[in-house]
């Protein structure tokens, strides 16, 4: 019978780039929540997918020379074929590019609008001309443009605004109610930083770019890609025109987000809904990051770990359990490898495998592989069956606090017990007294049964495992294997053959795995390396570059930006300026002399006031940046 329904969400992830081990994060953990809510008997509704408007997407597609939608069928075909990997049992998979969520996307903007919550105003940025691009002051950097390091013009453009002022205090109460934002310190920290302050109303369409979805009401506007991107949770279940699902699962009981990511989920769209006069979700959970060696993993720092890497070495089970044991789900923590792979051992390998594999192999060594019912007790039956059976309960508390970590610890406590219970009972004693038969069978059997309760509560975590215990154990899936079933020890029927597998987990050799490990990234990296060709060009569009051999002569740092060096040049009769961002990889003194190509037909531009005829060719990797030189005299033509 069905316990009512769950529905559970994970943030649609940008496809700029591929996914990395800190995305699968939210995902991993999602899926232990369907997989755990099915088991226990709930209908569940898991929504995952993917956002794909807005500039980026716009920019990234067309530096590949595709067309955005192009661009992105490949790349959501990837991330498709990743969660197929890791075994993502989502329910439905939602594009911000479907039809269906574009139209919808337009009924929630006018239903919006009608209500009076949209007006027109003025939209105040730093517009970057070559890169078409609107940046905030704060996303500056060095006073320029964060992407490609030159000037922004102050500008103004239309724009649409939603008014989230009015929403300020139901808002307070609602992040002030202790539930609706875990953990707690989050919701504090929302009503400090942002409610406290006071909301500003929230520009919601912008002129300057077009992918995206038109505003209905003015269709020169595009809708803000955070406006669009967090209706799919409603949209994906059909509203407002198809109401049928939306009225089943509606509200969420759960959004997933990563914490960089609650502002908009606990602000923003919880005002677009008190707009709609809809129902709020039930909880939003804002999880810490992944960092690697303190800091954000990011394709720019060279620090990201493919999850396909580690999934191949050691199965997705153990990836899963890492993931969701290893750290606290609220919070930040490191990821390293040697931590993952002492984990595996001490846990998996160790704790959980060992048990399985001793177990069976007794089974079969003292009793020709056949359980029987116990016949007698031993003292330590009592201790070891109670915690068994009340694990559950333990387990289901923790996980509807998203609590993954507890959850496997306290199904871990019950893994200790039972090996401890090996130790207690020694069946290798009794097996050397024929009187004891009885009793080395009843050990025997409860051993069994202890591992099945363990199985059927790992399954949600770790299916695979769950399965290989089964079939170690001759269980068959079904009425010994259900949610409930954990709560009742002595399940498994007398006569049950058990038998011999490969270990569950292999143990790792950590020092050598390490370094087998570095050697797999770094092929990885270099085969990822490879950028795509840009689009063909003609011996023309080649000849219109006027490519030359320059001697650096002068290096000196930028007055007013860390990141820039002006560097003065000698080519054949004539000297010039150019002003180039690789200040944090060269000193100047090292600069001197080099004989570097440079374009010197490009329009001078000011770089933060100071003037440049030119850009230097250069090529960079994770190492950093490396200049283009060659060793002719200065003034020579490239070609
Ligand atoms: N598209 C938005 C979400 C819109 S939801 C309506 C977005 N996408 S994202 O691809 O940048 O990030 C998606 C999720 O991945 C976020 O929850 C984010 O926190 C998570 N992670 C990305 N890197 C992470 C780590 N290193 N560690 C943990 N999670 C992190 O934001």
């Not at 059976?389 to 970590?405: H, K, N, P, Q």
Request: glycine letters at 6%; a negative charge; proline letters at 4%.
């Amino acid at each position: 019978m069905s316990r009512g329904k769950y529905y559970l969400t994970t943030p649609i992830y940008y496809p700029s780039d591929k996914l990395h081990i800190g995305h699968t994060y939210t995902t991993v953990a999602a899926d232990a929540l369907a997989r755990f809510k099915r088991a226990a008997g709930y209908d569940v509704m898991f929504l995952t997918g993917t956002d794909e408007h807005g500039q980026k997407i716009e920019k990234v597609a067309q530096e590949k020379g595709l067309k955005p939608k192009e661009y992105l069928d490949g790349m959501i075909e990837d991330i498709k074929k990743l969660w197929a990997t890791m075994e993502i049992s989502y329910d439905q998979f939602i594009r911000t590019t479907d039809e269906d969520h574009e139209k919808r996307v337009q009924a929630i903007a006018q239903k919006m609008y009608d209500k009076g919550d949209i007006y027109k105003g003025h939209y105040e940025g730093w517009y970057c001309t070559p890169c078409e691009s609107f940046w905030t002051e704060a996303q500056l950097s060095d006073g320029c443009c964060p992407d490609c390091g030159r000037p922004v013009e102050k500008t103004q453009e239309e724009a649409y605004f939603f008014k989230l002022s009015k929403y300020q205090d139901r808002l307070r109460d609602l992040l002030s109610n202790g539930e609706f934002l875990l953990p707690e310190s989050r919701a504090k920290e929302m009503i400090s930083n942002f409610i406290d302050p006071g909301l500003d109303d929230l520009c919601i369409t912008r002129t300057s770019f077009d992918w995206g979805i038109k505003a209905p009401f003015d269709e020169k506007h595009i809708i803000y890609v955070w406006l669009d991107a967090l209706s799919n949770y409603i949209t994906a279940l059909g509203y407002p025109d198809s109401p049928e699902k939306y009225e089943k699962f509606w509200p969420a009981d759960v959004h997933l987000v990563g914490k960089e990511i609650v502002r908009f989920h606990t602000i923003i769209w919880p005002a677009m809904l008190m707009s709609l006069e809809q129902p709020l979700p039930k909880m939003v959970f804002g999880h810490g990051w992944l960092l690697f060696d303190g800091g954000k993993m990011s394709k720019s720092k060279g620090n990201v770990v493919d999850p396909v890497v580690l999934i191949e070495r050691y199965g997705v089970d153990a990836l899963k359990y890492f993931l969701l044991r290893e750290y606290s789900f609220g919070h930040d923590g490191n990821f390293n490898n040697e931590v993952l792979l002492n984990r595996l051992n001490s846990d998996l390998a160790n704790d959980l495998g060992n048990l399985v594999s001793r177990t069976v192999a007794m089974v079969l060594k003292y009793n020709g592989g056949v359980l029987e019912l116990p016949k007698v007790k031993t003292e330590f039956d009592d201790s070891l069956s109670e915690l068994a059976v009340s694990t559950g309960a333990a387990v289901e508390e923790r996980m509807d606090r998203l609590d993954f970590g507890n959850a496997l610890e306290s199904i871990w406590k019950v893994v200790r017990r039972t090996n401890k219970y090996i130790d207690e009972t020694m069946p290798w004693v009794l097996a050397k007294d024929e009187d004891q038969k009885d009793k080395l069978n009843s050990v025997l059997y409860n051993l069994s049964e202890s591992i099945r309760i363990i199985s059927v509560m790992i399954k949600p975590f770790m299916p695979h495992t769950a399965a290989k215990i089964w079939d170690q154990l001759g269980i068959v899936e079904g009425e010994s294997t259900t949610w409930e079933s954990a709560a009742t020890f002595g399940i498994i029927k007398e006569g049950t053959k058990v038998k011999k597998a490969p270990p569950l987990f292999p143990r790792i050799d950590v020092s050598k795995e390490l370094d087998a490990l570095s050697a797999a990234t770094a092929q990885e990296d270099e085969e990822e390396a490879s950028e795509p060709y840009k689009p063909e060009i003609t011996l023309d569009d080649f000849e219109k570059l006027d490519l030359r051999v320059a001697e650096i002569v002068k290096a000196e740092k930028h007055p007013k930006a860390d990141k820039l060096l002006v560097l003065q040049l000698k080519l054949g009769q004539e000297t010039r300026q150019i002003v180039s961002g690789i200040a944090k990889d060269f000193k100047c003194e090292d600069l001197i002399g080099k004989k570097i190509v440079i374009i010197a037909n490009l329009k001078p531009v000011k770089l933060r006031g100071v003037e440049s005829n030119g850009m230097l060719l250069a090529a960079d990797d994770a190492q950093g940046i490396g200049l283009v030189t060659v060793d002719v005299a200065d003034g020579s033509l490239v070609r």
